[in-house]
């Protein structure tokens, strides 16, 4: 099995920064795209920020210029560096991750971190 375990919410005033980080454990043999999600009061879960292993990014326009998501592929490890943060990123951030658990199959399966709050005080 994999697993995926988040750290790095909190509560934080508006105008200020947190740093998230996600950890993916396990049977894997190699992970495609890591990501961000969020989701909010009575809301969807939206993407906030990708990444694939050669370092491709892709950003909601919600929070361009003010994320940054990176990651360690050494570690199996996604970041994502929260700032200038605005009562509305208030939400529950799940990891999220493609891996590919067998040298022998190109297949992959999608895994969820168990979410981090974040909120955001005006």
């Known amino acids: 099995q994999v697993r995926l375990v988040e750290s790095g919410g909190g509560l934080v005033q508006a105008g200020g920064s947190l740093r998230l980080s996600c950890a993916a454990s396990g049977s894997i043999f190699s992970i495609n795209a890591m990501g961000w999600y969020r989701q909010g009061p009575g809301k969807q879960r939206d993407l906030v920020a990708a990444i694939t292993s050669g370092g491709t990014t892709n950003y909601a326009d919600s929070v361009k210029g003010r994320f940054t998501i990176s990651r360690d592929n050494a570690k199996n490890t996604v970041y994502l560096q929260m700032n200038s943060l605005k009562p509305e990123d208030t939400a529950v951030y799940y990891c999220?991750?493609?891996?590919?658990?067998?040298?022998?199959?190109?297949?992959?399966?999608?895994?969820w971190g168990q979410g981090t709050q974040v909120t955001v005080s005006s």
């Open positions: 999220h991750a493609e891996v590919r658990r067998r040298s022998w199959s190109t297949s992959e399966d999608n895994y």
